[in-house]
């Protein structure tokens, strides 16, 4: 099985990398469309901005890659949010897979800090790639901006308000949560992207 990984200027890839060989899978970091184009399953990590990160796309037509892509596709963090239609973060058009817009967290009043970062419960599983075992399991996050609730969302979080902790739409998968840093939960995960 061919495992790419988008190589851009966001991501944490080397996490990828070792949680991936932790399932005895060896994946390519890649920019080259014949290779994204090529891949059994393509994973869109991320880290880092979202207005720089899509100038750094649409440079390199990788936007346009990603949308053209029939294989399964697994965006992670920002990979999520890139894939929605509009972030609130630097007021970015995105790719435009999940037809939603990216929101910041407003924390006034509540107490609680943002970015949103360390373990969270995962909820309301729907069917999909999120194994129902892992209703109420713990992921670990880090984030700023968030999804809401929409028609693909694949399963809920609560920080401040509800949101997409994950989406799926048709052959494109997104998690906001770490899978990579998300221990046996996020093993399980990974786990069941591979084997879509």
Same mark, same amino acid.
């Given at each position: 099985m061919k495992i790419a990984i988008v190589k851009y200027n966001a991501g944490n890839n080397f996490s990828v990398l070792c949680a991936l060989h932790r399932l005895g899978v060896e994946a390519h970091l890649? &920019?080259?469309?014949?290779?994204?184009? +090529?891949?059994?399953?393509?994973?869109? %990590?991320?880290? =880092?901005?979202?207005?720089?990160?899509?100038?750094?796309?649409?440079?390199?037509?990788?936007?346009?890659?990603?949308?053209?892509l029939t294989a399964p596709v697994l965006g992670i963090c920002i990979g999520q949010q890139l894939l929605c239609r509009h972030s609130d973060e630097g007021d970015t058009d995105c790719i435009g897979i999940f037809d939603v &817009?990216?929101?910041?967290?407003?924390? +006034?009043?509540?107490?609680?800090?943002? %970015?949103?970062? =360390?373990?969270?419960?995962?909820t309301d599983i729907k069917d999909g790639f999120i194994p129902h075992e892992v209703e109420n399991s713990h992921?670990?996050?880090?984030?700023?901006?968030?999804?809401?609730?929409?028609?693909?969302?694949?399963?809920?979080?609560?920080?401040?308000?509800?949101?997409?902790?994950a989406l799926h739409r048709d052959n494109f998968y997104a998690t906001q949560f770490h899978p990579e840093k998300s221990a046996g939960t996020g093993h399980l995960i990974l786990k069941s992207f591979l084997e879509l």
């Open positions: 890649t &920019d080259s469309p014949e290779a994204l184009r +090529a891949a059994d399953k393509v994973i869109f %990590p991320g880290v =880092g901005e979202a207005a720089s990160a899509m100038a750094y796309l649409r440079e390199r037509k990788l936007d346009q890659v990603i949308k053209s &817009d990216v929101r910041g967290f407003d924390a +006034a009043g509540t107490g609680l800090r943002i %970015p949103h970062m =360390g373990w969270n419960t995962l992921v670990y996050y880090v984030h700023s901006y968030y999804t809401p609730v929409c028609q693909w969302t694949a399963a809920e979080t609560d920080y401040i308000v509800p949101f997409s902790a």
